[in-house]
């Protein structure tokens, strides 16, 4: 028996009943089943509707909306309305609100404005969220949950006396005693040696930086603490429903999602990528389809056309593109791609977004989009459901603890969403497929993992990467990876720790390259090289060959890369060890510019010919290749992103899983924001 989510391809959009009496409503439904949408969400701001004051509930009107929906074969996916609380809990309560890091109570208005973490707050959010579900969790047309809405969009760690004592207890729990927290985080540099817990402060305003252990470990408490209210929630709604439960999140929100998607059912996300910096947009089809690995995931919002707010807009997609994006989710594994908003906001901050409907109701600019779409879903779905998306051979991993770190030490404002999605458009590029992985994702099934970016490795991390090599994998290291501890400290055994005699490498220097005439050699070509880079030496020789080299016998690994030119002259930037049946390759250095980003290129096509990742297509940049496995054959779903057309080549012939034709070997031509299937 399929399950509340399986069996169709969702297309759905945002409502606001709230905002809108009931003929705007029946309105609006006759024009979602004339553009297919055959899904809602609802009510991730409804609270003040459904609670004006404390203890007077009424949740009746919700019920009938969405029989309503149901009559007319519009399925609802329900949010719990924590995100914005409504006024009476927060008038005259400043102690309920969120604090900013410069002590700054922040008023009610907009959303977020609470501290998830005030003991208030989450009980009133219990109580509205087990009427919800006890009153909605039975209803037919009733096909999920959502928890709140965009956790931590617009705030980041709140820095109230509810979180004081929540940070000191965590802190506490954490290291055990003050000794140890004092010994681990280094407090006697510039007097910040601490006799309590409850001494140590919270990471506000100060005349300088703060410690860096203090302000990594405060975000990773404030994750921790965001996903323990996130469970609170799963916990109530399992008490009426067993209905899935997901959120809508995203990776440039200030959350841990490998912590938060722990307990939720099924992956979602957020995305208002640009046209024209499309591999934005694909990151997340092969990061979502990771967090819950073999189930569905949902593009919960989008722009029909373009987003907005009071204060500025984006460029409109051009004709086609949101039709692509749609597809593209589909063919990698989305359930459901859904806009933000059906209708117009017709008050509020965000009245100049897109939409697919006007505040007047009229078919906007976005309306043919949708309609694309609808088309696109309708003739896919067939394919797609009797297939699944394809394992990539390859993995990055993509870490928002991680992030945290770079939070803290940006150097020269670097992130690791922005580097990361920077690396990801070169795997794109090459034509590999490949998954984003968390960092407890297991690695059976890959040939090459990807490990950029990431200042501190678990232990748990380096044994399962380095049990990967010993049976065969090529794990590629670096820059910026492993050379934090735990508690954001430098090792002081080695620069990068373990790393480096798992290695067969010495960091001689670790220092910023950038500025300093710093050039490198490697794979037959010459570029500068940049950001804070590490450099070994001494090594074995230059041996791409991949037969016996230095490091099989003395367990030093082999320069594969030398700086020619700068500080350090004859050190090498790119190493490679064998160990067991595998390798672990070092880049300790950004390549940069034209030519470093060639020299990358070259770098990710030699290791994954040695590591043997098979599963990559030829295709001109700008299109892509979605594989799906079926009962005893194989899918192509390729996709132009780029609006500019281009071609694949298949490696034999197929059949237009469309058409029906036959379709030969060799260039397969692809029209602007044009798709083509292929069963092979």
């Not at 051979?393 to 603890?401: C, G, I, K």
């Not at 059976?444 to 990431?454: E, I, M, Q």
């Not at 012939?653 to 299937?677: C, K, Q, T």
């Amino acid at each position: 028996m399929k399950g509340p989510l399986e069996g169709k391809l969702y297309h759905g959009a945002a409502l606001y009943p709230e905002l809108w009496d009931a003929d705007v409503l029946a309105e609006d439904i006759a024009l979602m089943k004339e553009a297919g949408i055959n899904v809602v969400r609802m009510g991730e701001f409804i609270w003040s509707r459904l609670e004006p004051e404390e203890n007077r509930i009424d949740i009746r009107f919700l019920a009938e909306i969405i029989q309503t929906l149901h009559e007319n074969d519009i399925e609802t996916i329900m949010c719990t309305p924590t995100a914005t609380p409504p006024i009476w809990l927060s008038h005259g309560h400043p102690e309920r609100l969120f604090v900013n890091e410069k002590g700054e109570t922040l008023g009610h208005g907009s959303r977020q404005h609470a501290c998830t973490n005030n003991a208030y707050f989450r009980g009133r959010s219990a109580v509205i969220i087990d009427r919800l579900a006890q009153e909605l969790g039975g209803l037919p047309g009733l096909i999920g949950w959502q928890l709140d809405n965009e956790f931590k969009a617009h705030v980041a760690e709140c820095m109230c006396a509810a979180c004081l004592q929540l940070w000191h207890s965590w802190l506490e729990q954490r290291y055990g005693t003050i000794e140890q927290l004092n010994e681990a985080w280094g407090t006697h540099i510039w007097s910040e040696y601490y006799n309590r817990f409850d001494q140590i402060p919270q990471p506000c305003a100060t005349p300088f930086l703060h410690h860096a252990s203090l302000q990594t470990m405060y975000r990773l408490f404030s994750m921790e603490k965001l996903a323990e209210f996130a469970e609170e929630q799963i916990a109530v709604i399992r008490r009426h429903s067993a209905l899935p439960i997901t959120h809508n999140s995203s990776i440039a929100f200030h959350v841990d999602i490998e912590r938060l998607f722990q307990q939720l059912d099924f992956g979602a996300y957020d995305t208002y990528a640009s046209s024209t910096n499309w591999p934005a947009y694909m990151i997340n089809c092969d990061l979502w389809r990771n967090v819950k690995r073999g189930k569905p995931f949902w593009v919960m919002e989008t722009s029909a056309s373009y987003s907005g707010s009071l204060e500025s807009y984006a460029a409109p997609h051009p004709n086609g593109y949101v039709k692509v994006e749609a597809v593209a989710a589909y063919a990698l594994g989305a359930g459901g791609f859904c806009y933000w908003p059906w209708r117009q906001q017709r008050a509020g901050s965000e009245q100049p977004h897109g939409s697919v409907v006007s505040a007047w109701g009229k078919k906007t600019i976005g309306y043919a989009n949708v309609v694309q779409v609808e088309q696109a879903r309708r003739e896919l779905e067939d394919i797609l459901l009797a297939t699944s998306p394809m394992q990539a051979e390859l993995a990055m991993t993509y870490s928002d603890r991680a992030k945290a770190y770079m939070r803290t030490e940006p150097l020269r404002k670097l992130n690791h969403r922005g580097l990361i999605t920077d690396f990801y458009a070169r795997l794109v590029a090459l034509g590999i497929h490949r998954d984003l992985i968390t960092e407890g994702s297991e690695l059976g099934g890959y040939k090459l993992l990807l490990t950029p970016f990431v200042p501190y490795l678990p232990p748990d991390y380096i044994d399962r990467a380095l049990a990967f090599v010993r049976e065969g994998g090529i794990w590629i290291v670096g820059p910026l990876t492993g050379g934090r501890t735990e508690h954001h400290t430098w090792h002081t055994d080695a620069a990068l720790g373990k790393l480096e005699e798992l290695a067969g490498v010495e960091a001689t220097f670790v220092y910023p390259m950038d500025g300093t005439d710093a050039y490198g050699q490697a794979f037959g070509l010459q570029a500068s090289l940049g950001m804070w880079s590490s450099v070994f030496g001494p090594l074995g020789g230059n041996d791409l060959s991949g037969g016996a080299s230095a490091s099989d016998s003395d367990g030093r690994a082999n320069a594969i890369g030398c700086v020619q030119r700068g500080l350090t002259p004859g050190a090498a930037f790119i190493t490679e060890r064998r160990i067991g049946q595998g390798k672990l390759v070092m880049l300790g250095s950004m390549p940069q510019g034209d030519e470093g980003d060639e020299m990358l290129r070259r770098m990710l096509r030699h290791y994954a010919d040695e590591a043997g990742v098979t599963l990559r297509f030829e295709a001109t940049e700008g299109t892509i290749v979605a594989p799906r496995q079926g009962d005893g054959y194989i899918v192509w779903v390729i996709i132009n992103m780029d609006g500019a057309g281009g071609h694949v080549t298949l490696p034999q012939a197929g059949v237009d899983a469309l058409s029906g034709a036959n379709v030969p070997a060799g260039p397969l031509a692809v029209g602007r924001y044009e798709y083509r299937i292929v069963r092979f």
